[in-house]
Nanobody, 118 residues
Framework: QVQLVESGGGLVQPGGSLRLSCAAS????????MAWYRQAPGKERELVAA???????NYVDSVKGRFTISRDNAKKTVYLQMNSLKPEDTAVYYC????????????WGQGTQVTVSS
């Protein structure tokens, strides 16, 4: 059974930094794209950043230059380094991975709260 387990959320002051991690476990053949989404209260879930198995990354415009997505394929883990955090970055952050088991399927983590406030 495939699971994604996130860690690293918390409370930080504006301008601060946090690093999120998401590790995949279980039996599967490979992981394609891994991504981070976020959902703020009263808003729809949005894609924040994604990274292919080859390391190509893309970002939503609002986080470009502040957030960096990376992955360690050997550890089956994706990271999101968040710098210069703003109050509008406050949300629940979800890890997503496109994983090849018998078929290709999207899996989600349980979510981790990030709160940016003074």
């Amino acid at each position: 059974q495939v699971q994604l387990v996130e860690s690293g959320g918390g409370l930080v002051q504006p301008g601060g930094s946090l690093r999120l991690s998401c590790a995949a476990s279980g039996s599967f053949f490979s992981i394609n794209t891994m991504a981070w989404y976020r959902q703020a209260p009263g808003k729809e879930r949005e894609l924040v950043a994604a990274i292919t198995s080859g390391g190509r990354a893309n970002y939503v415009d609002s986080v470009k230059g502040r957030f960096t997505i990376s992955r360690d394929n050997a550890k089956k883990t994706v990271y999101l380094q968040m710098n210069s955090l703003k109050p509008e970055d406050t949300a629940v952050y979800y890890c997503n991975a496109n994983i090849v088991v018998i078929t290709i399927k999207d899996y989600w983590g349980q979510g981790t709260q990030v709160t940016v406030s003074s």
